[in-house]
C-alpha cells in the first residue's frame, strides 16, 4: 500500500510558479507510475499529468502543457509538480496519485488506487 501526502498549495498571483511535492511512503513507490490531477469547485477531476516510474515517458492535459512540468525522485520517494505561467484557470485542489502499471501515463482516473489528501492552490489577478 501506498500512502501519499502532497504540500506546497498556497496562494500565488497570476503568471507566477508554485511548486507542488508529494510525498509516497513505503518501499514500493518505484513501482507505480504517478500522476497530478485537479478538481475546481462545481467541475470533475482533471487530468493534469502522468510519469512513468523510470521518468521515460511523460504526458500533460493540453490546459497545462508547456507551462507545467512533471518529475519524480524514486530515492526520496517524491514526485513533484513544477507550475508555472499561473493562470486563474489553474485554482483547483491538487491531488497526486499512483497508478500500479508503472509503464503508463494514465489520464483516466479509474487507473490510480491510491490518492493523496489534495492541496489547495488559489490564483489570484
Known amino acids: 500500500q501506498v500512502q501519499l501526502v502532497e504540500s506546497g498549495g498556497g496562494l500565488v498571483q497570476a503568471g507566477g510558479p508554485l511548486r507542488l511535492s508529494c510525498a509516497a511512503s513505503?518501499?514500493?513507490?518505484?513501482?507505480?507510475?504517478m500522476g497530478w490531477f485537479r478538481q475546481a469547485p462545481g467541475k470533475e477531476r482533471e487530468f493534469v499529468a502522468a510519469i512513468t516510474w523510470n521518468s521515460d515517458n511523460i504526458y500533460y492535459g493540453d490546459s497545462v502543457k508547456g507551462r507545467f512540468i512533471i518529475s519524480r525522485d524514486n530515492a526520496r520517494n517524491t514526485v513533484a509538480l513544477q507550475m508555472n505561467s499561473l493562470k486563474r484557470e489553474d485554482t483547483a485542489v491538487y491531488y497526486c496519485?499512483?497508478?500500479?502499471?508503472?509503464?503508463?501515463?494514465?489520464?483516466?482516473?479509474?487507473?490510480?488506487?491510491?490518492w493523496g489528501q489534495g492541496t489547495q492552490v488559489t490564483v489570484s489577478s
Open positions: 513505503g518501499r514500493t513507490f518505484s513501482r507505480y507510475s
Open positions: 496519485a499512483g497508478d500500479p502499471n508503472p509503464f503508463r501515463v494514465g489520464v483516466r482516473r479509474e487507473y490510480y488506487d491510491y
